[in-house]
């Protein structure tokens, strides 16, 4: 028997992503003479599983048909860097399918958390249960996480919003203010966030070599928000700040703001 191995690899540009649980996935490509059982006994799986892997209702294969031998993974665990764009792009499965499976409402995702790649109600209630508080019930960790998905998004700027109590980086930097609508901006950021879509999220563009891709940063002033974006100007100590007009961006101006990276 001939047989056809398709490595799974999460690998992206930044090196920050993996799979949670995939192994490597295989396939076997049926030929004459091939039966359900021979091939389970070669492959180490059961006829059961071949079955229900290659969604076949009998026993019946014909010749050059090509079945998957192995499971495919079920969730991916979210890295600095990583966008459901990429991720989607690593593992096969729509940006649409991958909302819709986790209940996103927007492109906002974070790094640490679990995705459910499949629409199968166990995966979905693993991705739902963040990796930090494995102890909270699935729906209603699912609740709090889209509550905070919907604050992050629709939140607007705000100038009285305090530096949270956890552990992280601080710096002080300079921050600017820019809108989706900008001169020469496509409305797609550095890590493929939809600004025009969603003009409230909380986005910043940064210097990747002092704030990582991916990142939750805390700014003075603006709030907790993702680092998103990249920008020819932001280099160093320099961010700036997705505004959803150009009246707010100008309203902020250019100022100095302490920053706290919180992952």
Not at 31 to 44: F, V
Request: proline content about 4%; aromatic content about 4%; hydrophobic content about 35%.
């Amino acid at each position: 028997m001939k047989k056809y191995l398709i490595a799974l690899a999460g690998v992206f540009a930044l090196g920050t992503a993996a799979l949670s649980t995939q192994a490597s996935a295989a396939s076997y490509k049926v030929e004459k003479g091939d039966t359900l059982w021979g091939i389970s006994q070669d492959e180490k799986v059961s006829v059961e599983d071949l079955k229900e892997m290659n969604n076949l209702s009998s026993n019946v294969i014909v010749p050059s048909q090509q079945l998957e031998t192995s499971p495919k993974a079920k969730t991916y665990k979210i890295k600095k860097g990583d966008t459901l764009f990429k991720i989607a792009n690593e593992t096969g499965v729509s940006v649409g399918d991958l909302k819709s499976f986790n209940n996103l409402s927007g492109d906002l995702i974070y790094a640490g958390e679990n995705l459910a790649l499949t629409g199968d109600s166990n995966s979905h209630n693993l991705a739902s249960v963040s990796t930090k508080q494995t102890q909270t019930p699935a729906n209603t960790q699912l609740a709090n996480k889209q509550a905070t998905n919907k604050q992050a998004t629709y939140t607007k700027p705000s100038t009285s919003q305090s530096a949270p109590q956890s552990s992280g980086k601080t710096l002080t930097v300079t921050a600017t203010a820019y809108t989706p609508n900008c001169a020469g901006c496509s409305g797609i950021t550095a890590t493929g966030i939809n600004v025009k879509a969603n003009p409230n999220m909380k986005v910043i563009a940064v210097d990747p070599s002092i704030i990582p891709l991916g990142s939750k940063v805390w700014v003075e002033g603006y709030g907790t928000a993702i680092a998103g974006d990249t920008g020819g100007a932001i280099k160093g100590h320099k961010i700036d700040l997705l505004m959803p007009s150009n009246g707010q961006a100008n309203s902020w101006g250019v100022r100095t703001v302490t920053i706290k990276i919180l992952n």
